[in-house]
């Protein structure tokens, strides 16, 4: 599928505001990308279609998630968390993306996974430290993330755990993994 077309069919599904975010996401994949020798045309759509799902109603990605076998786990933390995998199951069935590497790119975008690639570290960091993110601690992320792709991901981890934390919010058993897995690498 063409940037022009993946581009139409996810504006259909977001605000404008989350569009203008999906861009930006987009056109920070495809630098990691070039940066990182990984496949740009993959980090482009994988970007594009990240947050498909992010406006689907909870009581419909609820079901798709039980329905699809997904860990059922899901259901027991933030509904927030619930567009990652959702999305990646409509990209497949509704937009016709087939490319399992986007898919998992897009299931992996918001808590990550121990066993994540270097296409699901560009696309979770893109959507980390697009141009239209502004929480603290992002810049360091920013220039680290064309140094060092790991080093960078274990960053943005690192202040997402600390924000749910301080939020008292429960933690994802894969956000913690990632962080872990990445962590003993350095
Ligand atoms: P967005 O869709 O572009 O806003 O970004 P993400 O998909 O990365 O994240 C959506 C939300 O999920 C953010 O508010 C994160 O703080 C939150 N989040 C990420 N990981 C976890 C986690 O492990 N547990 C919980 N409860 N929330 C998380
Ligand atoms: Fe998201
Ligand atoms: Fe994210
Ligand atoms: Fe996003």
Redesign the pocket.
Known sequence: MDRAKALALVKEQLTDK?YE??VG?METAVQLAEKYGVDSRKAELAAIF??YA?FRSKEEMRKIIIDENMPKQLLEYHSELWHAPVGAYLVRTEAGILDEDILQAIRF??TGNKDMNMLDKIVFLA?YI?PGRKFPGVDDVRKVAFENLNEAVVMALRNTIKFLLDKKQPIYPDTLETYNTLIRCQ
Do not use: A, L, P, W
């Open positions: 989350r975010h999906t996401v990240h947050d992010k975008h918001t959507d697009e």
